[in-house]
């Protein structure tokens, strides 16, 4: 009896030992699976921004073919960029001190107090950007009141202006700042990125 009781207890250790292995590679296997799935969503994600950004482009594009007033194209292509973007301001500022005429000042926005051109805030905001940063970099930002990188433009241009994200792209030739493309959302947050 000792002995079959002894059988008894080394078979049951090597069961459970075998278990306790086919557990561990089946969490390893799980591991593996959720890895893949989530490298799966990231994939799906990241081909949904870019086909966002396919059609925005060719109805960019259309636009383009349709007209040759600058004036006319930039309005248009704002408005597209809004709604795509849930955008309640968006604005092109791209001045000519040399030829005022040449001028670009253009904005669409959802509500008269999201405006920025009629008190002068898109030159305004340029020459902030100009001054604080570079005309390789852009301000994407999706928490005005938290982040710090848009404090000069919160302390001054934005103090009276209801603004919850935005995002300051500089619009360059040959690594001379130009202008810029500005976005706000004034009504809800976003949550943006760079891409």
């Known amino acids: 009896q000792s002995q079959l009781l002894e059988d ?21 296997e799980n591991k593996s699976l959720d890895a893949l799935n989530r490298e799966v969503e990231e994939k ?30 930039i309005s248009k292509m704002l408005e597209e960029l809004a709604g795509h973007f849930n955008l309640d301001c968006c604005f092109v500022v791209l001045p000519s001190e040399s030829e005022p005429e040449d001028t670009v000042r253009c ?21 902030l950007f100009n001054s604080c940063f570079g005309a390789n970099q852009q301000v994407v930002v999706s928490d005005v009141m ?18 919850l ?9 040959e690594e001379k700042l130009l202008g810029i493309l500005g976005g706000h959302r004034c009504e809800s947050e976003a949550q943006w990125t760079t891409e």
């Open 8 to 28: 008894y207890t080394q078979r049951l250790e090597t069961a459970v030992e075998s278990e306790r292995q086919a557990n561990l590679k089946v969490s390893k």
């Open 44 to 73: 799906r994600l990241r081909e949904q921004v870019l086909l966002g950004q396919e059609q925005l482009l060719r109805r960019i594009s259309d636009i383009i073919r349709h007209s040759f007033h600058i004036s006319d194209n």
């Open 107 to 127: 904005e669409y926005v959802t509500a008269d107090e999201y405006k920025v051109i009629e008190g002068d805030l898109d030159l305004q905001i340029l020459e």
């Open 165 to 173: 994200s935005l995002f300051y792209v500089p619009i360059t030739y």
């Open 146 to 163: 938290r982040d710090r990188s848009v404090e000069p433009f919160r302390k001054s241009v934005l103090a009276n202006y209801p603004v």
